[in-house]
T-cell receptor, first 109, second 114 residues
Framework: GIQVEQSPPDLILQEGANSTLRCNFS?????LQWFHQNPWGQLINLFY???GTKQNGRLSATTVATERYSLLYISSSQTTDSGVYFC???????????FGTGTRLQVTL | NAGVTQTPKFRVLKTGQSMTLLCAQD?????MYWYRQDPGMGLRLIHY???????AKGEVPDGYNVSRLKKQNFLLGLESAAPSQTSVYFC?????????????FGSGTRLTVV
């Protein structure tokens, strides 16, 4: 099956700093999503982005499908950005997602 | 508008007991999924459904059964719980076909099997 690798595995930032999270995948995909899992365990969909670039406030994402990677940018980080960020992809029908192991982000004051 | 609701939120089972986890969505989504999340890992797909009356196996289906008798509900059953099934279970739903968009997840069920 498809392999999904995320980097870095852990990241500590001071509030206000910017960061880039990377997701590499091993095959062509028709669905790519970024999720944030907050410290209480809730999974929130950030972006549905199988290709191209999207922005939502301080967050933006870019997927270069031909090169099999996606990037999630967090600008002016806040403590509420802490948690685990997952990239997930699908290659076939039914949008069955394969998840990476995540990037754990801690934003400190 | 509740989105995706999972019940129960917490449960402790003894080895060999059975239970059913309920997932309900009010967004008229066609596709529904059950995932499990173990410490330090991403989510793994257990079973999924592409519409009322349909179910299919995911990556880790052994020891689980599912049913989708109504479009809005997706049930996950454990017939004989084992300690290896201790995990956090997440249900999700999404539009299907050309309307594919992002997933909406429920808040999870934390299950401990002793």
């Amino acid at each position: 099956g498809i392999q999904v690798e995320q980097s870095p595995p852990d990241l500590i930032l001071q509030e206000g700093a910017n960061s880039t999270l990377r997701c590499n995948f091993s095959d062509s995909v028709n669905n790519l999503q970024w999720f944030h899992q907050n410290p209480w365990g809730q999974l929130i969909n950030l972006f549905y982005i199988p290709s191209g670039t999207k922005q939502n406030g301080r967050l933006s994402a870019t997927t270069v499908a031909t090169e099999r990677y996606s990037l999630l940018y967090i600008s002016s980080s806040q403590t509420t950005d802490s948690g685990v960020y997952f990239c997930a992809v699908s290659t076939g029908t039914a949008s069955k997602l394969t998840f990476g192991t995540g990037t754990r982000l801690q934003v400190t004051l | 508008n509740a989105g995706v609701t999972q019940t129960p939120k917490f449960r402790v089972l003894k080895t060999g007991q059975s239970m059913t986890l309920l997932c309900a969505q009010d967004m008229n989504h066609e596709y529904m999924y059950w995932y499990r999340q173990d410490p330090g890992m991403g989510l793994r797909l257990i079973h999924y459904s592409v519409g009322e009356g349909t179910t299919a196996k995911g990556e880790v289906p052994d020891g689980y059964n599912v049913s989708r008798l109504k479009k809005q509900n997706f049930l996950l059953g454990l017939e004989s719980a084992a300690p290896s099934q201790t995990s956090v279970y997440f249900c999700a739903s999404s539009f299907g076909g050309t309307g594919i968009m992002g997933y909406t997840f429920g808040s999870g069920t934390r299950l401990t099997v002793v």
